[in-house]
């Protein structure tokens, strides 16, 4: 198990994100957003910055988060209104979803796969696209078709796509995010669980998500949540989550993979340094 940082939870300034992160004794990263654009959607310019941090730093990128498939999944025909004018906004709204969608998979894809190639990250981290109103248990036919042919694709270059855990997707607790890539059976497919993001769907993390998740787990993220006296889930520094008894079955399960510092959180200096810390602390207790 190795502690990675993702650069935009330290600061927008790659180059910054690095050269702190590498003060902090951490020499991987995943590599997202990089002042406003995300990766792989860079100009040659900050692609270029980024090799030469890499370089100046001696640190590496682990994985890239391009956000693919963070967006509702189109339906197969428009919904059609009796009004003229309301019909033609809806039949355009739909028009614009499926080439989104295309965007996505045609372009994003290939883009985010090639990218981590040339960065030698073997990892990209990707979403189940959004339930919207969709109240159906399981997933479409064509969600999991698009993320099959997407697996497929990173399968070719030797990637592993990592579904992350998020609220409102299809891939939201464990059991659900378990279920999607049974249901796909593709080795270049695994699970990015993200604890914090299945507290805010409802989940308890852990022991009852990761028990369903832990077959498939490739990749993880660290930040904590818990809920205001009205219920609403936040981030926070210190929540509810168990990460400790978390972080101890990662290591009695094996888990050799990346714990990613994610913490949502401002401060981004002061909260990422005491996350890795408090991360930094789970791990040497269970490995006690």
């Not at 999944?73 to 295309?102: C, F, H, I």
């Not at 099959?148 to 990173?154: H, K, T």
Request: glycine share 6%; with cysteine.
């Amino acid at each position: 198990m190795e502690i990675s940082i993702i650069t935009d939870e330290i600061s927008a300034d790659l180059g910054t994100a690095i050269e702190l992160g590498v003060e902090w004794g951490v020499r991987n990263f995943e590599l997202r957003g990089f002042f406003t654009d995300r990766a792989p959607r860079f100009s040659d310019y900050q692609k270029q910055c980024v090799q030469d941090a890499l370089e100046e730093y001696h640190a590496r990128v682990i994985a890239i988060g391009p956000g693919l498939f963070k967006i509702p999944y189109p339906a197969e025909r428009p919904d059609r209104a009796t009004l003229g004018w309301m019909d033609l906004s809806q039949y355009e709204r739909w028009v614009n979803s499926r080439k989104l969608l295309n965007y996505h998979l045609n372009e994003l894809l290939p883009a985010s796969l090639d990218y981590a190639s040339e960065l030698g990250a073997s990892l990209v981290v990707i979403f189940s696209f959004e339930r919207a109103v969709v109240t159906s248990p399981e997933p479409p036919e064509e969600v999991l078709n698009c993320l099959l042919q997407a697996a497929e694709r990173a399968k070719a270059q030797d990637i592993r796509l990592v579904i992350e855990t998020e609220a409102g997707y299809w891939a939201d607790t464990g059991v659900n995010t378990a279920q999607i890539v049974r249901m796909i059976d593709h080795p270049a497919l695994g699970v990015n669980w993200d604890p914090g993001n299945a507290f805010f769907a409802g989940d308890n993390p852990y022991p009852a998500g990761y028990r369903e998740v832990r077959d498939f787990v490739s990749h993880v993220h660290f930040k904590d949540a818990k809920h205001d006296r009205y219920g609403k889930p936040h981030y926070v520094a210190e929540g509810e989550i168990d990460w400790a008894g978390q972080i101890a079955a990662l290591i009695e399960d094996g888990y050799q993979g990346f714990i990613s510092i994610e913490t949502h959180l401002k401060p981004k200096v002061a909260a990422a340094r005491d996350a890795l810390e408090r991360l930094r602390g789970f791990i040497t207790a269970a490995q006690a």
